[in-house]
């Protein structure tokens, strides 16, 4: 919605999308290297191990190791999808009937984008699990516990704020910033 209303009228919310999609990249490129880090510290660490043998504890780093990376890629396609979308946003349009289209497949994308952001943060809460299975089931357990608590509460919020809701019914005021500031 936020991308049709945008690119319908670029003049007053190019700034809002631009520092949008600018926040988005740089959240999803800092998770990425936070990731990518990780994967190299856990990957140092199981390297330098003395033991040639296949043990529980190379298999519990190995978990958290391939965690890190799905979490890598996923932000790293996140980024993909924000950058394009950011180019995609300040083509002018070339005719008139094939704009529908051409919005259509920009909201696509950030939705595509959005979708991956969430993997990518998925991945992460999924690791603190795992990185306490290396001190334990127990502790393992509990963070699956309060995790699957968590997960459920920032997953249930049914009701979204009063002023998405108003600049989904009035259609006429395409301004988002004015609309968020008068609520």
Request: glycine content about 4%.
């Amino acid at each position: 919605m936020t991308t049709t209303i945008v690119m319908w009228n670029p003049e007053k919310n190019s700034v809002l999308a631009v520092q949008t999609i600018r926040n988005n990249l740089m959240a999803s490129t800092l998770l990425a290297t936070i990731a990518i880090t990780l994967s190299s510290l856990i990957s140092a660490l199981v390297s330098s191990s003395n033991s040639l043998m296949y043990t529980v504890h190379t298999t519990k780093y190995l978990s958290v190791l391939i965690c890190f990376l799905v979490a890598f890629f996923c932000n790293m396609q996140c980024t993909r999808y924000y950058a394009h979308v950011s180019f995609l946003l300040n083509v002018p349009p070339s005719c008139e009937e094939g704009r529908d289209e051409f919005i259509e497949y920009v909201a696509q994308q950030l939705n595509r984008g959005g979708l991956f952001w969430s993997l990518g943060l998925r991945a992460f809460y999924f690791s603190f699990p795992l990185l306490l299975w290396i001190f334990g089931a127990t502790a393992m357990l509990a963070c699956s516990l309060l995790m699957a608590v968590l997960l459920y509460f920032l997953d249930s919020a049914s009701s979204s704020p009063i002023y998405l809701q108003s600049c989904h019914l009035n259609n006429q005021n395409s301004n988002i910033e004015s609309a968020g500031h008068s609520m």
